[in-house]
């Protein structure tokens, strides 16, 4: 689409980026905190002409309506999420939000209105660094009964998702609330890859077929704080040392399958009390286990409940299972309408699947879901140096809007 602004898009996003810019390098901008607060008011200030409306749902989605010539029928959705890691990149999430803003003004620019109406929208808490599980807000969409397990959810700091849901409620007025979940006609989320294949085959865009499948769970070692002074080490109940074993034996272990498509990571690690002179009373970790066969993951979480529930001795073993997605398939028609926008930009392409998840994963549930990626620089992702040529960014702006029009019309 010749109205797509490369200036006036990488100005957009620079400027999302400074919401929760961290000095030195990277974003903090983790869900619902006040940077993402800021950032959301923002976005709605960019918006305001009669043929947008801003929503926002009991998942605290937010939504920009682009209303449609046969507006009844049911919208076309594109977007993604705008909260990063504790400390991410300035593109993961952000990319294909500002993707879809500077679809909608370079629709603006050229007086095309779609048939179907267009909607952007920024999804609460796909990453779950801070409320777990992850992709909160589009599983909530497309299962509105989810929303009650979500709500009690606590960050570290014991605020609840309840509390931080309503906050963003207050804080973006512009914003008329609107019920969780509805029918979509197609989701198509851009999003930067996160991984090496686009930039190792020289490729500028990337046909999403699918995403790999997650299981996440939540390991807690029980024992008994002590001074670290006055008790011998044989009549300890130490929960660091326990969980220390326990950690390394389930990576041997996942390491032991020799499966190159196996992802297995241990990310959090929570001491308590977390005192250099007190033997540790209480351990907590994550594991975050991919694959994208179902039946891997099954067989991994049998042996990792085995392996847990095998320790014995001093100390106390609970399992918890915070997420659990199988893999995801898109749907063929619209990987084909992603194929042919992609094909019409010229720009050399290839089909691959997802090794993240994103909100698509959900919304193939409810709609035909695609997703279209842009190459990560040396595939980094979740880290500062997080990038991505600005060619390679505005070829995925114009692809996402050829496909866009095409879906768009009934
Ligand atoms: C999402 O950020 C993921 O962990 O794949
Ligand atoms: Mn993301
Ligand atoms: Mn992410
Ligand atoms: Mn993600």
Known sequence: MQQVNPARFMDMLQRLATFGAVPGGGVAR?????????????????????????????????FLRRAGLADALTPVMTGSHIDTQPVGGWLDGAYGVVAGMEL???????????????????????????FS???????????????????????????????ARDAARQATPAATSRA?????????????????????????????????????????????????????????????MSAAQLISRLGEM???????????????????PGSINTIADRVTFTIDLRHPEE??????????RQTVEAKTGACGYALRSLMRRPPTRFDKAVIETVAAAVSATGAPACRLGSGAFHDAMYLADVCPTAMLFVPSHKGISHNPAEDTAEADLVAGVRALAGAVITLATP
């Open 104 to 130: 909608f003004l370079a629709l603006d620019d050229a007086g095309i209105r779609t048939q179907r109406p267009l909607e952007l929208v920024i999804w609460t808490n796909e990453e779950g660094s801070r």
């Open 30 to 62: 983790e869900a619902l905190t006040i940077s993402e607060l800021e950032a959301r008011r923002w976005l709605c200030s960019r918006f305001s002409a009669p043929h947008y409306r801003w929503y926002m749902d009991d998942a605290a989605n937010l």
């Open 254 to 272: 996942a390491a032991a399958r020799q499966d190159p498509a196996l992802r297995f990571t241990v990310g959090r690690l929570e001491v308590s």
């Open 180 to 240: 969780l979940g509805r029918p979509v006609h197609a989701y198509l989320e851009a999003h930067i890859e996160q991984g090496p294949v686009l930039e190792d085959g020289g490729f500028q865009l990337g046909i999403v077929t699918g995403i790999q499948g997650v299981r996440w769970f939540e390991i807690s070692v029980t024992g008994v704080s002590a001074h670290a002074g006055t008790t011998p080490l044989a009549a300890r109940h130490d929960a660091l």
């Open 133 to 163: 599980p992850g992709a909160m807000g589009s599983s909530a969409f497309a299962d509105p009964t989810r929303l009650a397990d979500f709500l009690p959810v606590t960050d570290a700091g014991g605020e609840r998702f309840e509390q």
């Open 295 to 304: 039946a891997v993951l099954a067989e991994m979480e049998a042996l990792i």
